[in-house]
């Protein structure tokens, strides 16, 4: 909203406005820590070597699970607990956080997806107001987390 504050309507989000929002990236990056949008991904063992006394032999197929790296207690303190604090600073210590993947693999379209949530977010934020219409729906995990009635929600004007 401190944005929102400081453009006259109609004015356009520009770059130095999505720059400064650096707290609801850290609530995107959250999200997504919680929830990641790719859950994994398959590598091929280029080496044998020996992972937590498991022989992995050279050339097996490995699979990597999001969830698993999101949710370790040993980068992310109480890991079920929403918290964008998280990521202030530095952040996580690298390759613990990888909702785009990482290093040479890393997705290219990075940074048109922060641009394009962040804008997603300003807007909605400075024109609604809304309210959950079941407070405490389930969510089922199938194998993304989804909320189990498709999270209805009532959408009210900021002016009403």
């Not at 707290?23 to 063992?45: D, I, T």
Request: charge should be positive.
């Amino acid at each position: 909203m401190e944005i929102a504050k400081t453009k006259s309507e109609g004015e356009l989000l520009n770059w130095d406005d999505i720059n400064k929002m650096k707290y609801s990236w850290n609530v995107a990056c959250e999200v997504m820590r919680l929830a990641p949008p790719l859950q994994g991904a398959f590598r091929e063992a280029i080496n044998d070597f020996i992972f937590n006394g498991f022989s992995i032999p050279k050339g097996w197929k490995l699979y990597w699970s999001a969830n698993s790296t999101h949710k370790s207690e040993e980068y992310f303190p109480e890991p079920e607990k929403f918290d964008p604090t998280r990521f202030e600073g530095k952040g996580p210590i690298p390759y613990t956080f990888v909702p785009f993947g990482g290093g040479p693999r890393m997705c290219p379209g990075k940074e048109y997806a922060r641009l394009e949530i962040l804008v997603f977010m300003h807007n909605l934020v400075k024109r609604f107001k809304w309210k959950k219409l079941i407070p405490d729906e389930k969510i089922i995990i199938n194998p993304l987390p989804t909320p189990s009635k498709n999270l209805p929600i009532q959408l009210y004007p900021h002016n009403a």
